[in-house]
């Protein structure tokens, strides 16, 4: 049985006495957990040993949803997920008051990307915040500590060498949060608070193509909420690969949103890749130029796939054949459209999952 080392513990209640907590504690010494589904197994691994955990489940401000609205003070129609939500609650949230199951709801791809994290039990424990700083993964260091103590480690915890390209200066661990591809889709941004400053940031800066340095949040920083700008008009969807239908981590994903006018016409939106490298990835803008401005047709959606799918250079650390993973992020993005233009995907996504395609 793998037992966790020993670490202090501290309960903050507030915002702004986690952060304090944070400032307090020595370089590196300290880490923030939310549900503890990603950081207290590593801790187990000894992929991460932090001597002091500020635990943010007692943060009462970091568990709302709120609609921007003059009351509230923020922009209109913009929704706001406090970072400790769980990824159930979102769920449920999304679902009940904002119709989100719908496919022409604006929110439909991030509840399906939620939705998809992990198991229910999981779920009920894992936050939205921790998902999005979710560590990266690679098959050689996600194991227990034995095993990379027997191939002598790797750059990423406690070794000097990649094992997956061992000329590599940079760790290729894979980002492999679902919430994260379809957040950026949206446009979200985020508020990170220290003890000496509040700051907000797009989505998309929060994160490095680094295995190792994944995020830019700075070591004091907590993420405190993610915010969706107003959706009228736009729709989502998000589309996973794994190995079990039930639970598993993604090893390529699809989160596409799409702004279409009433007449079906394409008048903006973003797709980002999950899963393909050490950050999610935002496709080349020239695939939505390629949609802007007519109707999704066949031959634009075949197109807007493969320039979508170019960025696609999965790494041979996580699971199936990377030839395959990086085809098969061409055929993910057809299908997102396909479903984004009103077409009934239901019977694809059921192949999917019993892996029939
Ligand atoms: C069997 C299994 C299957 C899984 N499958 C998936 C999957 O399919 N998809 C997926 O995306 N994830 C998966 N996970 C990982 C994990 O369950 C989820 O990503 C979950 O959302 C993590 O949230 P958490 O609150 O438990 O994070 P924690 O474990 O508490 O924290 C994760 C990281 O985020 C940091 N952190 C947490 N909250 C904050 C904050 N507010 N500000 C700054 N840093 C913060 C922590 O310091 C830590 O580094 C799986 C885990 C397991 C054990
Ligand atoms: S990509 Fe290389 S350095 Fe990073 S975890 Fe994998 S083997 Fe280690």
């Known amino acids: ?25 020595a370089p590196g010494a300290a880490m923030l957990v939310a549900g503890g589904t990603d950081l207290l197994p590593n801790m187990k691994r000894r992929q991460q040993v932090p001597s002091t955990l500020i635990g943010l489940r007692q943060v009462a401000a970091l568990r709302q949803i709120s609609n921007g609205s003059a009351s509230t003070g923020l922009g209109a129609g913009e929704l706001t997920i406090g970072a400790g939500v769980t990824l159930s609650d979102l769920v449920r949230d999304l679902r009940e008051r904002r119709a989100s199951s719908a496919p022409s709801s604006p929110y439909a791809g991030l509840s399906q990307a939620a939705a998809q994290v992990a198991t229910p039990h999981l779920r009920n424990m894992g936050t939205i915040g921790g998902n999005l700083c979710l560590d990266t993964r690679c098959n050689y260091y996600d194991q227990n500590y034995e095993w990379r103590k027997a191939i002598d480690f790797c750059m990423k915890k406690d070794g000097e060498t990649c094992w997956v390209a061992t000329s590599s200066p940079r760790c290729l661990a894979v980002s492999s949060t679902d919430t994260a591809p379809m957040l950026m889709a949206l446009g979200a941004e985020v508020t990170l608070v220290s003890a000496d400053r509040t700051r907000r940031i797009g989505l998309s800066e929060l994160y490095r193509n680094d295995g190792i340095h994944y995020l830019t949040r700075q070591p004091g920083e907590i993420l405190t909420a993610v915010h969706l700008p107003r959706l009228d008009g736009w729709r989502s969807t998000y589309w996973k690969l794994r190995r079990r239908g039930s639970f598993d981590f993604p090893v390529l994903s699809v989160g596409a949103a799409l702004k279409l006018s009433s007449a079906g016409v394409v008048e903006g939106g973003r797709i980002v890749l999950g899963a393909v490298a050490s950050r999610p990835v935002d496709v080349p803008a020239a695939a939505i130029d390629a949609l802007v401005g007519r109707p999704l047709s066949d031959e634009s959606i075949a197109a807007a796939a493969s320039a979508a799918a170019q960025p696609a250079k999965p790494m041979d650390n996580t699971d199936f054949s990377l030839v395959w993973r990086k085809r098969v992020a061409r055929d993910f993005v057809a299908y997102a459209l396909r479903e984004l233009r009103g077409d009934d995907m239901r019977d694809v996504r059921r192949q999917i999952a019993r892996q029939l395609l």
């Not at 049985?1 to 504690?25: C, G, K, S, W, Y």
């Open 1 to 25: 049985m793998m037992r966790l080392p020993h670490f202090t513990f501290h309960a903050p209640r507030e915002i702004r006495e986690a952060a304090d907590l944070l400032a307090a504690a």
